[in-house]
Every structure is written in C-alpha cells, then in structure tokens.
Antibody, heavy 119, light 106 residues
Framework: EVQLVESGGGLVQPGGSLRLSCEAS????????MSWVRQAPGKGLEWVAN????????YYVDSVKGRFSISRDNAKNSLYLQMNSLRAEDTAVYYC????????????WGQGTLVTVSS | SYELTQPPSVSVSPGQTASITCSGD??????VCWFQQRPGQSPVLVIY???KRPSGIPERFSGSNSGNTATLTISGTQAMDEADYYC?????????FGTGTKVTVL
C-alpha cells in the first residue's frame, strides 16, 4: 500500500522557519519526481515545488522562490521542504505528492500537515 | 503566469449529469488532470491525460480537452460525488491548479 506521511507542521511566528518531512513507503521512491502542494484554509490547491529523482532539478512557485527549499533523501525514502522567512500567507495544509514516472501526474497524496504562521 | 478558471459551483440532481469546465489559454495543447477533494480529505486523482481514468475510479467520470476548455463530466451523479473538483496542468515546469468547483448534489 502506498503511503505518504507528512510531519513537521505547527505554529510559527512571521519570519520564522520550519522544516516539513514526508516519509514514503509502498512504492519505488527513487524513480519518482516528488512535489509539495499547499491549501490555505478554505481556499484552493496551490502547487509549491517539484524535485527530480536525483535532486538535480527543482522548480518552485514564484511566491516561495528564495525562501523555500525542496530536497530529498532517497536512502530514507523521504522528501523535505525547508521553509524560511515565513509569512502569514504561507499558512496552509501542506501535502506531499508523488508524480508518476509516466508523466507529471499527481498520483498519490499524503494526508497533509498544517502550517500556521501567526504572532 | 498561467491561469485556469473554473465555475465556483455546480448543482446537479442525483442521477443527472454534471459538467465542470476548466478554461485556460490554449489549454488543449496541454494535458489536464482532475482531482476530487471531499471535506477534510486529501485530493484524489479522477482523470489524467485529459481522458484517462485511474484504476478504481468509476466509469461515470470522463474528461475531454480541446481549444481553451477542458471538461470533467460526471454521468449518473451520486450523492457520494458531492465534493470540490480541481483541474490541473503544467506550464513550463510550473504546476497550475484551477480555481476549484464545488459540486452539490441536490
């Protein structure tokens, strides 16, 4: 059974930092591009970042460039999102998602972890 | 930046057909996916590459994409189909989600 389990969310002050983790199981992690997608309370889905299988390519939505960094550890089947200089508008549920090898298709999603940026 | 626009809401009677549109410049040149999200749950892929259904997704879900508009059609809508639906495409390695449509089964 495919599982993506996010952790690391919580309450952080504006300007602060947080590191999200996503542990994958039930599929061959190393052959998948991986992604983070977020959803602000009561709002729609927003793609945040992608990372290639070997970490050599990374893409970000404009609003997080220079503040967020996506990374992965294939030995640990884990995906990460380092979030710095957090803003109130970064408040959201952050989902980890896999992108199928046959094309960039979000085929599996985690349950999400809530990040709240507030003083 | 690239944008995908959906109607905020669609209402449908049980057993009838619901159609959800997704509009974007030359969207027909891109592959479109559709996701269903029930309250408090993670999104679920229901259509990929415009028209394909993942295993486990009922046949009543179908998709099309041409010109500037992609459409998700739910035939014989059931109460369990009540949810938010999002289209999604890629534009130069950037992910774009539609604005979302709430489907209400009356």
């Amino acid at each position: 059974e495919v599982q993506l389990v996010e952790s690391g969310g919580g309450l952080v002050q504006p300007g602060g930092s947080l590191r999200l983790s996503c542990e994958a199981s039930g599929f061959t992690f190393i052959i998948y591009w991986m992604s983070w997608v977020r959803q602000a309370p009561g709002k729609g889905l927003e793609w945040v970042a992608n990372i290639k299988q070997d970490g050599s390519e990374k893409y970000y939505v404009d609003s997080v460039k220079g503040r967020f960094s996506i990374s992965r550890d294939n030995a640990k089947n884990s995906l990460y999102l380092q979030m710095n200089s957090l803003r109130a508008e970064d408040t959201a549920v952050y989902y980890c998602a896999s992108l199928s090898p046959g094309g960039w298709i979000f085929d599996y999603w985690g349950q999400g972890t809530l990040v709240t940026v507030s003083s | 930046s690239y944008e995908l626009t959906q109607p905020p809401s669609v209402s449908v009677s049980p057993g009838q057909t619901a159609s959800i549109t997704c509009s974007g410049d030359n969207l027909g040149d891109k592959f479109v996916c559709w996701f269903q999200q029930r309250p408090g749950q993670s999104p679920v892929l229901v259509i990929y590459q415009d028209t394909k259904r993942p295993s486990g997704i009922p046949e009543r879900f179908s998709g099309s994409n041409s010109g500037n508009t992609a459409t998700l059609t739910i035939s014989g809508t059931q109460a369990m189909d009540e949810a938010d639906y999002y289209c999604q495409a890629w534009d130069s390695s950037t992910g774009v989600f539609g604005t979302g449509t709430k489907v209400t089964v009356l």
